[in-house]
Every structure is written in C-alpha cells, then in structure tokens.
C-alpha cells in the first residue's frame, strides 16, 4: 500500500542550524514526491516537488529510491521558516495526495 | 487570480445532523479534491470531482457525498454526522493538464461535531 512516513512530530533548532525533515515513503514504481508547508494561520501551500528539481526558499529535497526517502534540507534555517511540513505523494490514477502526519519545525533566535 | 475559497470558516453541528460545506475552485481549474484533516494528522483524501463526476474515492463512508457544479465549485455533503467527523476540511482545485496540476488548498471549513 502506499505510504508516507514522516518520523519527528516536531523538529525544534536554531535560527543558523542546518535542518533536514524526514520523509520515507511506500509506493510501487517511480514516485513524483512533494513537501506542502502551512505557515501560522496560512492555508497549505506547495513548497517543491522533485519533478522540477527546484530550490525553494532555500529548501532541498532529493530523491532516494534505494531508501524510499525524500527528506527535506536547508544548510541555514530562519525563523520564518517555523511552519509544519508535510510529505506528500500521489496516491493512483486520480491526482490524489497521500500525506503523512506532518512534522513542525521551530527556528528559536 | 482568484484562489480556492471555502465556507463557512466554522461549523458547529450535533449528532444525527446533517452538514453541506462549499468550494469555489481557483480561475481555470476543473478538478476539486476534498480532504478530511483530524487534528494531529495529516490531510486524508475523501474523494475527487472532475468534469462534475467523481473521479476516485478514499476510504470513507457512503454517507459522505458531493458535487460539482458547471462553474466547477464544488460541495462536500455529510450526513448522519458522528463525533469522529470533528475535523478541518479541506478543498483543492488542480487543472488536468500535465505539468499544471498542482494542487491548491482553500483555507478549510472547521467542522465539529458535539
């Protein structure tokens, strides 16, 4: 069955310090994988998906089939990036999305 | 551009009762995806409107049903409402067409269920 892990509820670190979320997943075939983020009272928005291969607001994520992982990076952290993350794949033929539980990440000064 | 819009913003129901919730996708978008969100988890996909038919279903009960219209607005209906269904909804309007189908969230419709 398809799946999306990710293993922290809760990521706290210092604004400066490098973060990596995790993300493992389950899923037969080439999966497109995708990192939402909701900002404080915000509505869920796309961060990246590893089809475009872009670098946004200084994230990263790379996809490992052998480990069936697709974490998230960023060498720098700010505190505007304190927001909850969500891992996200889709989920068969219709474009539904596959999320799971979500990590929150806080950036202390 | 106009994005995904929903209503209401809060709902308050009890149990037995019956509860409509409303989606206006984004300009040029076609596809509605609706998502139930329990507090603590991520967003679990309930079904999807294309073209106003359904176009797959997540695992959720018959009695939870929708629409959509010509404009491609769309309604989430829930009946016989139960304490579990306490939960934020979310709507989702996508385009079909590859490489523009992303997804875009409306801000939810916090329903509970008392």
């Known amino acids: 069955a398809q799946r999306v892990t990710q293993p922290e509820k809760l990521l706290s670190v210092f604004k400066g310090a490098p973060v990596e979320l995790k993300c493992n997943y389950s899923y037969s075939g080439s999966p ?3 990192w939402y983020v909701q900002y404080s009272r ?10 475009s291969r872009e670098s946004i ?5 790379d996809l490992n089939k052998g480990e069936t992982s697709f974490h998230l990076k960023k060498p720098f952290a700010q505190e505007e990036d ?28 | 551009e106009t994005g995904v819009t929903q209503s ?8 037995g009762q019956q509860v409509t919730l409303r989606c206006s996708s984004q300009s040029g978008h076609n596809t509605v995806s609706w998502y139930q ?7 679990q996909f309930i079904f999807q409107y294309y073209r106003e038919e359904e176009n797959g279903r997540g695992n959720f009960p018959p ?15 829930v009946n016989a409402l139960e304490l579990d269904d306490s939960a ?4 989702a309007s996508s385009s079909r067409t590859p490489g523009t189908d992303t997804q875009y969230f409306g801000p939810g419709t916090r329903l509970t269920v008392l």
């Not at chain 1, 915000?42 to 089809?51: F, N, S, T, V, W």
């Not at chain 1, 891992?87 to 068969?92: D, E, H, R, Y």
């Open chain 1, 32 to 34: 497109e994988l995708f």
């Open chain 1, 42 to 51: 915000q509505r869920l928005q796309l961060l990246l998906r590893h089809i």
């Open chain 1, 57 to 61: 607001k200084g994230f990263t994520a």
């Open chain 1, 82 to 109: 304190s927001a909850m993350y969500y891992c996200a794949l889709p989920g068969g033929h219709t474009d539904k999305l596959i999320f799971g539980t979500g990590t929150r990440l806080q950036v202390f000064p």
């Open chain 2, 8 to 15: 209401p913003t809060h709902l308050i129901k009890t149990r």
């Open chain 2, 37 to 43: 969100q329990a507090l603590g988890q991520g967003p």
């Open chain 2, 63 to 77: 009695r939870f049903s929708g629409l959509q219209f010509p404009n491609y607005s769309s309604e989430l209906n």
């Open chain 2, 88 to 91: 934020l909804y979310l709507c």
